[in-house]
């Protein structure tokens, strides 16, 4: 077992008070005794929904080295058979083993924000890093208050590359996680409607996202979106925080990691970018123009971390998606291809993990740029963007110019907020709207036919993943391949 922390260390970095006897160490660290593998700690966090002492016996049973609980929370823990670490408060010490993560590292650290693409630019990063050293990134969407120090304690000592998330739906919340990351690069994927609810404008979403800047190393640098309209904002407000080392990446001419060419094909893209002085020739693996812009940016801390850019554009080729984030399936309908329904498999592109105004125009042009095959159909299945306050009704409406003379004639729409789109859509679109994902599910399964190609997209809370389920279990699976978006 190769050791994350020793226990003596542990104990260290967080003040704690050690109870029985220490193993050597662990091997990992946990927040969910469900996922908790033998010989982590297990870290007993109170969320607003659960709290972690309250599965101590059950972090136990799964093989957990060391607990680590409250000094308020022991009494009522009883005896228990497994070495304690007694804190004042288990989140706060968390952060602490954090700091003490980023004090002892010696790798080049990214961070990531923006209102879009966040996740999928840390995947990218994880990805193409990967093919030139020892790299560590957030799971998942570990990007708030205990995903971001969590990762900083799981970094281990001799990774050469760590990749940050860092999310907000309020002022003042990148702040304090930056601060505890420290990185030598911060990107701002592009700023957009998301979290609308929130703020007035987006102009206050960029002044939130801006704090980003305010943890950077000395000597670090920011990399914005060029093309994007808060670009002059964003820039303004790094040199502010004393940012001296500012790129801009995009088609605009003025961009450091400029686009010089690019052909948009269905399953992939290729690309021809300048890279600080260098031209860099790539095939993307994932398709959409989103995706390249991800990538300009991937390919610039790349170059200011020092990477191999000629390794780290080879292995953009194979570059894979996570389900709700462009999966792709290919799916075989019962139907075949008959003189009736002429045609090949169904194409389901899962877009269900999140939404915002922004990230549904990448993907109806995903969508739109996707072949049919037969007698097939684009068929958009949209359901609420959620957090976007007094602005949603309008916003919700607006997705009609995204759809309106494009390929795609087939829309479901599911969620209170959708209805206001599907008031505003023409009625030679052929448009059904249910208020919610059981209702839409029936009639959604009901409709496909052979050659068809259905995305999915909608907020996370909305619940669309039910769909990507029902579609899955009705069609049988003819290939899967993981496209990224």
Request: glycine content about 10%; charged content about 20%; proline content about 5%.
């Amino acid at each position: 077992m190769s050791l994350l922390w020793t226990s003596e260390a542990l104990v260290t970095a967080m003040d704690g008070r050690p109870l029985g006897p220490m193993p050597e160490g662990i091997s990992g660290i946990s927040i969910d005794s469900r996922s908790l593998q033998p010989g982590d700690a297990f870290f007993a966090i109170k969320g607003e929904a659960m709290d972690g002492h309250d599965f101590a016996t059950a972090a136990i049973k799964a093989g957990a080295g060391v607990l680590v609980v409250a000094e308020g929370k022991l009494p009522s823990l009883g005896r228990l058979t497994a070495p304690i670490i007694v804190v004042e408060d288990v989140l706060a010490a968390l952060e602490k083993l954090g700091v003490a993560a980023r004090a002892r590292s010696g790798a080049k650290i990214i961070a990531v924000t923006g209102s879009a693409g966040k996740t999928t630019t840390k995947e990218a990063l994880r990805h193409v890093l990967s093919a030139v050293g020892k790299v560590h990134a957030s799971a998942q969407s570990f990007n708030n208050h205990w995903g971001v120090p969590l990762t900083l304690a799981r970094m281990p000592v001799d990774c050469d590359y760590a990749v940050f998330e860092i999310g907000m739906n309020h002022p003042d919340e990148i702040r304090p996680l930056v601060k505890m990351v420290r990185p030598h690069v911060a990107i701002v994927t592009m700023i957009a409607a998301a979290h609308l609810g929130f703020f007035r404008n987006l102009d206050e979403i960029a002044r939130a996202k801006a704090e980003i800047f305010e943890g950077l190393e000395p000597d670090g640098a920011a990399i914005l979106n060029r093309d994007d309209a808060r670009w002059k904002l964003l820039d303004k407000m790094a040199h502010a925080a004393g940012v001296e080392h500012v790129y801009g990446f995009g088609e605009n001419a003025r961009s450091t990691f400029k686009l010089v060419k690019c052909e948009l094909h269905a399953d992939h893209s290729d690309i021809t970018a300048r890279i600080g002085g260098h031209e860099v020739t790539a095939r993307i693996g994932a398709p959409g123009r989103h995706m390249v812009q991800n990538v300009l940016a991937v390919l610039g801390a790349a170059h200011l971390v020092g990477a191999d850019l000629d390794r780290v554009a080879l292995a953009l080729a194979d570059l894979s998606a996570e389900r709700g984030r462009g999966k792709r399936h290919v799916l075989r309908h019962p139907g075949g291809s008959t003189s009736s329904h002429p045609g090949g498999p169904i194409t389901l592109i899962d877009e269900s993990y999140n939404a915002n105004p922004a990230s549904m125009g990448a993907a109806m042009a995903l969508l739109n740029a996707t072949p049919v095959t037969g007698e097939g159909r684009r068929i958009a299945v949209l359901g609420d963007m959620l957090e976007l306050g007094d602005h949603s009704a309008k916003l919700h409406a607006a997705l009609a110019d995204l759809i309106v003379g494009t390929g795609t004639q087939t829309v479901f729409l599911g969620g209170p907020e959708m209805r206001a789109l599907a008031e505003r859509l023409p009625a030679e679109i052929k448009t059904e709207y249910r208020a919610g994902v059981e209702e839409l599910k029936p009639v959604l399964l009901a409709a496909l036919k052979p050659g068809d190609v259905v995305m999915i997209k909608s907020s996370k809370g909305i619940g669309f993943a039910k769909l990507v389920d029902a579609l899955l279990g009705k069609f049988p699976a003819e290939t899967t391949t993981s496209k990224q978006t």
